[in-house]
């Protein structure tokens, strides 16, 4: 059974250009060392549990499973953040004016842009150790929700994420040291809000992941 070979994504624009509000440095570590850690380290699981599969080596399928989850994760989640980000020139940074349709349902749930950012943020610096914070919409509800996860989980069945934030050390501390909360306020700056609204009305977009998904 031949597994899926994953590779790196190409980022959207070069590694400084999200600068002053994520230096360079931490995007060059971040996207061509830790993301490309996960995709080499989930291949290799996969091509592990393939050749356990083909030989029915139940121990070994079931040893490979918090490995794939993990790294598979780390890929997923860190591909979404690349592509909801994007250079503060870009024009796309501004809810109202890039994300009209999503603006006004952040207004519905939440009150207003505003009020939704300042309990993102909450959440954000609310996560302890290492994980992400989600925007989410309820698949079935289609309510809008904040949500985090843990490490490198993915978000739940039955949400698609809008928006995520990558609260692990790596994404800030070269620039930012402790300050975290430098670190959450800097990043509206370079939200790509454009790709958020169509994550928010395309139904289809998330689809893409599912086969991976369905490995985790």
């Not at 121990?59 to 490995?67: M, W």
């Not at 300050?179 to 994550?199: F, L, M, P, S, T």
């Amino acid at each position: 059974m031949a597994s899926t070979e994953y590779k790196l994504p190409p980022l959207p624009y070069n590694y400084d250009a999200l600068e002053p509000h994520i230096s360079s440095q931490i995007m060059t570590l971040h996207h061509s060392k830790h993301h490309q850690t996960y995709i080499a380290n989930l291949n290799a699981a996969l091509v592990t549990q393939a050749q356990a599969l083909s030989s029915n080596d139940i121990r070994t399928q079931l040893s490979l499973q918090q490995a794939i989850k993990f790294n598979a994760g780390g890929h997923i989640n860190h591909s979404l953040f690349w592509e909801n980000l994007a250079p503060s020139s870009s024009g796309a940074s501004s809810a109202s004016k890039a994300a009209p349709k999503l603006g006004a349902a952040l207004a519905v749930t939440y009150g207003s842009v505003d009020a939704f950012k300042a309990k993102f943020e909450k959440l954000l610096l609310s996560i302890q150790g290492s994980g992400w914070g989600w925007l989410v919409v309820d698949t079935d509800t289609e309510a809008l929700e904040i949500v985090q996860s843990k490490d490198q989980d993915t978000v739940a069945a039955g949400k698609k994420p809008l928006l995520g934030v990558d609260m692990w050390e790596h994404a800030y501390y070269l620039q930012y040291l402790n300050g975290k909360a430098a670190y959450v306020k800097a990043i509206w700056e370079v939200v790509n809000w454009e790709v958020v609204e169509k994550r928010f009305v395309d139904e289809r977009w998330w689809a893409q992941w599912q086969p991976l998904l369905s490995r985790l």
